[in-house]
């Protein structure tokens, strides 16, 4: 592979609770962050992030704005590219369902804004972050 995969990460904020899940893949395997997903060729990164909501915790949402551009470069012991992302964090107003881990993630759930902005879970990096500007959006 010599170019960045595009996905897209879904990030729902419900009465004083973001949507999380755990991942079950490297390269964050373990750790808490967005639902999210490769985005297909052809597809919107808007559409990609509540297909990829759906997919992974059964919670439906609309899409609104993306709000931010993470990249994620892992290198082997040799210093090569072992992978490059470049995720897409999209704001997604949630619309229904209770979150079942689905696909890629072993747990899905609501956890309090203030233990994600306090880092009680181990998250992703720039989790915390991302939902800083959720919560900026929001109010605009």
């Known amino acids: 592979m010599n170019h960045p995969i595009l996905a897209a990460l879904a990030v729902v ?5 973001v949507l999380l899940v755990r991942r079950r893949n490297p390269p964050d395997a373990g750790l808490w ?3 999210g997903g490769k985005v297909d060729y052809g597809e919107a990164v808007l559409s990609a992030a509540e297909r990829e909501l759906l997919e992974e915790t059964g919670v439906a949402a609309q899409a609104s704005v993306v709000l931010d551009g993470l990249d994620v470069i892992g290198r082997d012991d040799n210093g090569q590219i072992g992978h490059h992302y470049f995720l897409a964090a999209v704001l997604c107003a949630y619309k229904s369902g209770d979150p079942v881990a689905n696909d890629d993630a072993d747990d899905a759930r609501w956890v309090p804004i203030a233990e994600v902005l306090g880092g009680a879970l181990p998250m992703s990096k720039d989790v915390d972050r991302v939902l800083g500007l959720a919560l900026a959006v929001a109010k605009e």
């Open 13 to 17: 904020v419900h009465e004083e609770h």
């Open 33 to 35: 962050g967005y639902p």
